[in-house]
C-alpha cells in the first residue's frame, strides 16, 4: 500500500505535444485517491499507470482553461460505464459546473452516480476538504483568470503501541483508542503508566503542495513554507520571461526561487511550454537555485 505517492499522468502545457501530456495528477495516500486537474489523456494515462478508476472519490480543479479540464467529461462518462455508484465530489472555481452541467446533460444521462460541485473562491487560502486522512487547502495563484493551487495536508497518524509494554501491564483491549490517542493508562490499583512508555510516536504528517499554473507570486510562500514536496509550474527558460510574464506563468529558476526561500524539502516541476523539445536547459537552470530539483514526466511516481 501506497503510504503518500504523487503520479503524475501529464506535465505538458496549453499545445499538445507528442512528448507530454496535458496536465494531470493523482495524490495516493493510503490508496485513497484524488485527482489534480483532468487533461486530455488522463484516461488513457490511467490505464498504462494502473491507477484504479473506483478508487477515485475527489477531483480538483485549478482553473478553466483547457488542459487542465477537458479530459474531465470523459472521465466521468468511463465512470458512469464502468458501474459506480458513489458520490464523485468536483472541487474548483465555480465556472467548472458552468462547464460541465451541459455537457453532463447529453452525453452521461441515466448515470447511476451524482456529481457534486463544491465552488472554492480562489482568491482566499481556505479548507476545501478534509476526510479522516487529510485535509485540503486553496492556494490562490496569479493567472490570467480565476486559479487555485491546492496543498495536501496528512493529518496526524496515531501512536504506535509498543505491545510488549501494554501486555505487560495488562492493558485492556477497551482502553487501546485512548492509548493511541496519547492518554495514559491507569491500572486497577490506581498507578498511573505514562503513555511515552506505551506507545512510539508516529511518523510526523507530510504535505504536498500544487502550484499550477501562476505567474511568479511570492504570496504563496507563508502557505506552502516547509512542505515535504512542492509541485511548481515552470512553463518558461529565463530567455523566455518576457513570454512569461505576458502569458501569467513562471519560468524554472522563479520556481526554483520560491521552493528556496518557502525552505520546502523537495521541488519537481512541470508545465512545460511545446517550444522546448529539451528540457535540460529549464532543469539547470532550475538546478543553480535549488539543487535536486525533479525534471517531472509522464508516468513518475514521487513519494512525498
Known sequence: MAEFNINILGCGSALPTTRHLATSQVVDLRDKLYMIDCGEGTQVQMR???VRFGRLAHIFISHLHGDHCFGLPGLISTLGMLGRTGELVVHGPKEVETYLRPVMD???????????FNPVDTRNHSLVMEDRS?????????????TCGYLFAEKPKEAHIIREMTDFYQVPVRCMKDIKLGKDYVTPEGEVVPNSRLTRPAAPPKRYAFCSDTAYSRSVIPIIEGVDLLYHEATFAECDLARAKETFHSTARQAAEI???????????????????????LHQEAE????????????????V
Open 259 to 281: 521552493a528556496r526561500d518557502a525552505q520546502v524539502k523537495r521541488l519537481v516541476i512541470g508545465h512545460y511550454s511545446a517550444r522546448y523539445e529539451d528540457l535540460s536547459e
Open 48 to 50: 498504462k499507470m494502473r
Open 134 to 146: 487529510l485535509s485540503v487547502y486553496s492556494i490562490p495563484l496569479k493567472h490570467r483568470i480565476p
Open 288 to 303: 543553480a537555485v535549488f539543487p535536486g530539483t525533479i525534471l517531472g514526466n509522464e508516468g513518475m511516481v514521487i513519494p
Open 106 to 116: 447529453l452525453f452521461c444521462r441515466g448515470m447511476e452516480f451524482e456529481v457534486r
